[in-house]
């Protein structure tokens, strides 16, 4: 391994084993103005501290205040009220010595897409003063650590979700910060390039004595740090290391058995209605169910085996703690598709090219009616592709192609009327208003008078957006975005609902909201074909499908795919991310994989 400090800047004060902190905050406040509305309040009092050779995460829900913690220690705005000091330095008042000294990368990082790799790394060490032996000493550390090396001349546009934020990262080590600030890292990253990002965290920070302030809504990736801080509304729900979040559930933590050929989802929907539950989250076939108390009520009749506390368990505790209510998520349609048995998607040889590179070759599978299938696969796998010719929005380059009983190639537009589709970025007008969203979307639906305003309404209602009808869309909530994407692909009643990656960047209590419509709309007969980059939502699936270089390198349900990866590693698999990754691995170490490259 190089020096650690052709990356890491020496520091000022002394010995790392003589633990100091590159942060505290003292009474931090932050409002935002708002129009015609309160100020929204960002950070209310907020005290904690970050130990120096430390990585430290904070977490919560949308809305807590991460990211805006983040902004300020970075110097980039001033905070209200309180006392907030980063490398010893006041960052209200001496910005410019404090952004000398960290490396800040928020969650859209500024990458020229339209340069090469080598050149947003000679662009960013310019920005920073970085010299040419300093680079010569740098970069060939940076591009071994993250695998950039073989992309030099590659245009940042045209790499994976991934690779994006290896290089990001990249570019805010050029001039060797004390400190990093890490907003979201891992947000749309798949599982394989998750992992690869934080082992090149986890080597800055555990090998080379780097400290780190990551925030996260993905709560396993907190379990990595030293030290979680967690976030609700702007106020400090808690902090010490993950272990002591853990803790405030045990005790309280089961696995539950469904009934033989019952869905996982459906026993954790119906445990979700149960008052003396926290939590329930389908897991490797059970669902791990997670107690108000220790002692099961005698109203719970289903057998319960005990499971040792992890950190997401605590902090739903926590949560649960002062968001006692959980308002009915489920939704209910006014018109239930054709429960017939039979097939509602078939793909046959399916295959798209992009002049000469191929995105999708020759996959084929089925969805049943009333199915939830899942399509999974890392950055780049085809995915997205897939989607949009099954939406007929991008046309095949050969396969064939049947959804709700229409040939794409000669019915797109009768096959549309029946489909529903929730893209990646949701396709909403941000100036337009909830209502004037829905509005727009009913009238291109071909609703007209009374029905679309029927269905407007129900739309308004059944996603809880009412109160909002006349906010403009681009100042909502994510969650809330999330929602009336939902609700303006349902407006016209499809028969099945596309969504692709719907809960990326979502907090834990938003995706359980989603995870629970989405189990509604399934349960009245709606088809469902989603992607994810979270693997264990996949076990909400009945069948799912992995890809990657476009081919379908496996498929089945979940337990199939479990045992599947297996027999690939030879032992035991108890999770989908673990199935996910072995089946991936054993694929991209095959020869002819990695000439594909």
């Known amino acids: 391994m190089n020096a650690p400090l052709a990356l890491v800047a020496a520091t000022p004060l002394g010995d790392r084993a003589e633990t100091g902190l590159v942060l505290r905050a003292e009474g931090l406040a932050k409002r935002f103005a708002q129009p015609k509305a309160p100020p929204q309040v960002a950070l209310d009092a907020v005290s904690l501290t970050a130990a120096r050779g430390e990585l430290t995460a904070l977490v919560g829900p949308d809305g807590a205040g991460k990211t805006t913690l983040l902004r300020l220690a970075a110097g980039l705005m ?110 749309g990253v798949d599982p394989l390039s998750r992992r690869e990002l934080w082992a090149i965290i986890g080597q800055l920070t555990e090998a080379e004595g780097l400290s780190a302030i990551v925030s996260t809504s993905a709560l396993e990736e907190a379990e990595r740090a030293s030290h979680v801080v967690v976030l ?54 059970d669902v791990r169910v997670v107690l108000a108390d220790k002692s099961p009520p005698p109203a719970l009749t289903i057998d319960l085996a005990p499971a040792p506390p992890r950190f997401e368990d605590g902090f739903m505790v926590l949560l649960r703690g002062v968001e006692s209510d959980r308002p009915p998520v489920a939704t209910t349609l006014a018109r239930y598709p054709d429960r017939a048995d039979g097939v509602a998607v078939k793909v046959e040889g399916l295959v798209r090219d992009f002049g000469d590179f191929r995105a999708v070759d020759q996959i084929g599978f089925e969805v049943r009616r009333g199915e939830m ?40 537009a009768s096959a549309r009327q029946k489909l529903g589709y929730v893209a990646q970025k949701f396709s909403l007008y941000g100036d337009l208003s909830v209502l004037e969203n829905l509005d727009f979307f009913a009238s291109a639906y071909g609703l007209r008078g009374a029905q679309r305003r029927g269905r407007v309404d129900w739309a308004l209602d059944q996603f809880e957006l009412r109160s909002f009808a006349r906010s403009p869309s681009g100042q909502l909530p994510l969650g809330h975005k999330r929602r009336l994407a939902m609700a303006a692909a349902l407006l016209h009643e499809p028969e099945i609902l596309f969504l692709d990656e719907p809960t990326s960047g979502a907090d834990p209590l938003a995706r359980r909201e989603f995870w629970r419509r989405i189990t509604s709309l399934a349960d009245q007969g709606v088809t469902v074909i989603v992607t994810t980059h979270f693997m264990e939502e996949a076990e909400y699936c009945d069948r799912v499908a992995i890809l990657d270089h476009g081919a379908i390198l496996a498929q089945g349900t979940p337990a199939e795919i479990r045992a599947q990866a297996a027999e690939v590693s030879r032992g035991e698999v108890a999770r989908m991310e673990e199935a996910f990754i072995a089946i991936v691995d054993a694929f991209r170490k095959r020869p002819e994989t990695a000439r594909r490259t």
């Not at 591009?143 to 045209?158: I, K």
């Not at 009934?259 to 539950?277: G, V």
């Not at 997205?384 to 794409?408: I, S």
């Open 373 to 412: 299938f899942g399509l999974l696969g890392p950055n780049g796998a085809g995915k997205t592709t897939t989607f949009r010719m099954l939406c007929g929005l991008l046309e095949p380059t050969g396969g064939r192609l049947e959804v709700a009983g229409c040939d794409l190639r000669v019915a797109q």
């Open 78 to 187: 001033r905070p209200d009220a309180g006392a907030l000091t980063v490398l010893g330095l006041d960052p209200a008042t001496d910005p410019q010595s404090v952004q000398d000294r960290v490396g800040y990368m928020p969650q859209r990082f500024g990458l020229y897409e339209d340069l090469t790799v080598q050149e947003n790394l000679d662009l960013y060490a310019n920005l920073h003063g970085v010299g040419v032996e300093a680079r010569r000493a740098r970069y060939p550390r940076l591009l071994e650590m993250t695998q950039l090396g073989p992309f030099g001349a590659r245009l940042a546009g045209q790499l994976s979700g991934g690779m994006k934020q290896k290089l990001g990262l990249a570019c805010v080590l050029i001039h060797a910060p004390e400190l990093l600030l890490l907003d979201e890292p891992t947000v």
């Open 232 to 285: 609700h509304l702007g106020r400090v729900l808690d902090e010490g290391p993950p272990a002591r979040v853990a803790a405030l559930a045990a005790g309280k933590v089961f696995l539950a058995k469904p009934r033989p050929a019952e869905p996982a989802r459906r026993l954790q929907a119906a445990l979700m209605q149960d008052a003396s539950i926290i939590d329930a989250l389908p897991e490797a076939g």
